[in-house]
């Protein structure tokens, strides 16, 4: 017999721990259960950059935090779970941290066996453990501490259990206090009252592993002081007691970093930023998105059409971007013909991105010019051909003509198509210009002409409150003459020598 139509099978929930802010820390699991989410229910702590392994049309809906008006009490989070479970719905209840280390995660756990819910628990790195390896704080020592205890700051009112102090100032190792900012006089006080002495070591660590990461070390008796108000210090935040916590400052390698707190806004095309950003972040900085220009196929193929149709009549083929090989490699392959169709050519890349994004299919760049621009790759070509030869450009649509001026007034013959449009993004997102307006955003990089001019249209004069680092002296020079000079300039012209340029500024 079948099913009503009307009977509904309930879903699933996903209670995950998204870890203490870096998304590098997702788990492959808690990405895997993302990936099939059609709601996920997460926590403000929570890094966004985190929602993006969750479907597109996923409804992410977030239940708000400490210090938020729109917090929500923990029976609307457990019918929110509920109720789009019964839906038959797959829910990610997404938390910071681990869910079972002081997230509430019982409460929830009860709610949904009590509505014969299935559901499945993902572990997350908790705060501790973080910051024991992001602040340089062995919890464990073979010395000095040979266990350690993980403590609220903040219990129930008319806790049927109160901490025993008495117990926690003899505990033989570390401990971890959570969420005990706003309770530091009283912990602090209390271990002390009950024999801690006062000159125990304590290191605070405030969001831990974000780029904004803050790490405080003083006495046990201090504590109340260096974190009271609460605004000095505010939460999430954890505190570290115990010998370990006097350890030097040398083992806080993600402190650091060259780059640790500087906030860079990277202006690459959205599908070009991530390896960019990920260099950035790698090397400590606070990583904002912006683009400035899009990339879209061009308006017309037939001249590029005509030209893949009639390979064998060039010596040389000439890409002047990353984006150019992909495109036309791309339309070489969806016109019926691959690769092969170029083993008489030889190929001419501008840079190494670009010889990178040529072996990407499997081709070696003939000719890379020992300097990354256009001028030199024009006077190598035209200096190493010394007969007339056929030269194809693969150019965007638009762009400097030194390429085919060079070439042509050497005697070669030139064919120039475009393979792809860049256009001006017209407005930035409204949370880039408030940061930028609050000075909080430290450098902008600009890495072509063409964002230059998008990013002076976009911004106007609130790109003098940050500093603009250029990738090349043409770009320097197109800066300079909308009148914004750079502060850094690359002297290798790749991302990895613009990042080398706000090392050294």
């Not at 929500?72 to 681990?98: F, H, T, Y």
């Not at 390979?311 to 495109?327: H, K, M, Q, T």
């Not at 030869?389 to 762009?399: C, D, E, N, P, T």
């Amino acid at each position: 017999m079948l099913e009503s139509s009307s009977t509904q099978l309930p879903g699933k929930v996903y209670l995950v721990g998204a870890g203490p802010g870096d998304p590098g820390l997702l788990t492959l699991r808690a990405q895997q259960c993302l990936a099939h989410a059609d709601v996920v229910l997460y926590d403000y702590l929570v890094n966004v950059r985190i929602l993006r392994h969750a479907p597109p049309n996923a409804e992410l809906v977030c239940s708000g935090g400490h210090g938020r008006h729109n917090k929500w009490p923990q029976p609307k989070i457990n019918q929110r779970m509920i109720d789009e479970a019964l839906a038959g719905k797959c829910v990610v209840r997404l938390k910071s941290g681990d869910p079972i280390i002081f997230g509430r995660a019982a409460e929830e756990f009860d709610a949904l066996i009590a509505n014969q819910i299935p559901f499945e628990v993902i572990p997350g790195i908790t705060a501790a453990l973080a910051a024991g390896s992001y602040a340089g704080l062995p919890l464990t020592h073979r010395d000095s501490a040979s266990s350690v205890a993980f403590v609220t700051g903040h219990q129930q009112v008319n806790n049927p259990t109160p901490l025993d102090y008495q117990a926690l100032a003899q505990f033989p190792g570390t401990l971890v206090f959570y969420m005990g900012v706003t309770t530091a006089k009283t912990w602090s006080s209390e271990l002390i009252r009950h024999g801690l002495p006062a000159d125990t070591s304590v290191a605070l660590v405030r969001r831990c592993s974000w780029p904004d990461q803050q790490t405080i070390r003083c006495r046990l008796d201090e504590v109340a002081e260096r974190v009271t108000p609460y605004q000095k210090f505010p939460p999430p935040a954890i505190a570290v007691v115990g010998p370990i916590a006097d350890m030097g400052e040398s083992l806080n390698w993600f402190q650091n970093r060259p780059l640790f707190g500087q906030t860079i806004l990277v202006t690459r095309p959205e599908h070009q930023a991530d390896a960019f950003a990920d260099e950035l972040e790698a090397a400590g900085a606070e990583v904002l998105l912006q683009p400035a220009i899009r990339i879209d196929p061009p308006d017309d193929w037939s001249k590029v059409d005509q030209a893949i149709q009639q390979l064998e009549i060039y010596d040389w083929i000439v890409f002047s971007s990353a984006n150019g090989v992909r495109s036309f490699l791309d339309r070489l392959w969806q016109s019926g013909r691959d690769i092969r169709q170029l083993q008489h050519v030889q190929l001419a890349a501008i840079g190494p991105a670009t010889a990178a994004a040529l072996e990407a299919f499997h081709l070696r760049a003939d000719l890379v010019p020992n300097k990354f621009e256009a001028e030199t790759l024009a006077q190598q070509l035209a200096i190493d051909n010394h007969t007339a030869q056929s030269f194809l450009l693969i150019r965007a649509s638009r762009g400097r003509e030194v390429l085919a001026e060079t070439l042509s007034a050497n005697g070669h013959w030139v064919t120039q198509v475009v393979v792809y449009r860049s256009t001006d993004v017209e407005a930035p997102d409204a949370e880039i210009l408030e940061r930028l307006r609050n000075d909080s955003i430290n450098w902008v990089t600009v890495t072509s002409s063409a964002i230059a001019r998008s990013l002076v249209h976009m911004f106007g004069p609130e790109l003098k409150r940050t500093k603009l680092a250029s990738i090349s002296p043409i770009t320097s020079a197109t800066l300079r003459e909308l009148g914004y000079a750079p502060h850094a300039e690359a002297s290798e012209y790749t991302m990895p020598g613009v990042i080398e340029a706000i090392r050294k500024t």
